[in-house]
């Protein structure tokens, strides 16, 4: 039924936007915008010297099926008071990208953890729908480029999908007194050392810890795709006391 809805969508864009063309030569099940005009599955490139949420996106069940506040894709800095943790990190956007694209984002700075469970970490947020809840049902999973520079010695580094059930009030439904909050569908990252890596994510493939209030479904499928604030690439110390080096690069990120 997915796919069968995923043609009629592709076969209805066919018909706007390449007047002409056969909606019978398009591979059913398999949505390929990005050879189309608009393009309507990156999320960002940064390739027009810009962190803008590309604004033709596609969003399930929105008027015109397109992200209607499509924000930025912004760097956070939210425990910055020491002694207790402290965040510094900027977002540029650098060249060269990810796979011979011309500029990509790059984040830089520093986390220090005193390893007092406070667990300050450096996120770097793609708002497709500016921090309001984005359904991304129509999409199976998420491709993107990262890149760690060598100097980056952070102990713990994930990529991320906040749900407005897993994200602490206000901008999430989670009670953060529960200490249940920020259990996201997620997957660690590796270091690169100063290499491209291509990710290609499946949403389904993403878990939890365990901790947090349980979803339903229980997997990052049905209802939980309707409820997406944005995509985190996240590094800290993971509570080990001491100051870590942040210095990753993210780019190319694409729905499929
Ligand atoms: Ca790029
Ligand atoms: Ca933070």
């Excluded at 995923?6 to 030569?25: H, I, N, R, S």
């Excluded at 393009?39 to 209607?68: H, K, Q, Y």
């Excluded at 943790?85 to 984040?107: K, Q, W």
């Excluded at 100063?194 to 810890?209: A, H, I, M, P």
Aim: aromatic share 12%; with cysteine.
């Amino acid at each position: 039924m997915k796919s069968n809805f995923k043609f009629l969508v592709l076969a209805a864009t066919c018909a706007l936007f390449c007047v002409g063309c056969e909606p019978k030569t398009v591979p059913v099940g398999a949505y390929q915008a990005p050879g189309t005009t608009p393009d309507r599955t990156t999320v960002a490139n940064f390739n027009d010297d810009t962190a803008n949420i590309n604004p033709f996106l596609f969003e399930s069940g929105v008027p015109g099926d397109t992200v209607t506040f499509h924000g930025a894709v912004t760097v956070v800095n939210n425990f910055t008071a020491p002694p207790k943790a402290d965040e510094f990190a900027v977002m540029t956007i650098e060249g060269p990208g990810a796979n011979n694209s011309p500029l990509a984002c790059h984040v830089s700075g520093a986390v220090t953890d005193y390893g007092d469970g406070v667990y300050p970490a450096i996120d770097l947020q793609a708002q497709m729908e500016g921090g309001k809840r984005y359904n991304m049902s129509f999409f199976t999973g998420v491709n993107f480029y990262f890149k760690t520079g060598v100097d980056d010695n952070v102990k713990k580094r994930v990529f991320q999908i906040p749900l407005f059930e897993t994200q602490a009030v206000p901008t999430g439904n989670c009670d953060n007194s529960t200490n249940r909050c920020y259990d996201h569908f997620g997957t660690a990252l590796s270091a690169t050392n100063g290499s491209w890596q291509k990710l290609s994510l499946k949403f389904s493939s993403l878990t939890r810890q365990g901790f947090g209030f349980p979803l339903t479904p229980t997997d990052l499928s049905g209802f939980n795709l309707t409820q997406v604030l944005w995509l985190l690439w996240e590094e800290g110390n993971a509570n080990a006391a001491g100051t870590a080096t942040v210095d990753f690069w993210v780019d190319e990120i694409q729905f499929f």
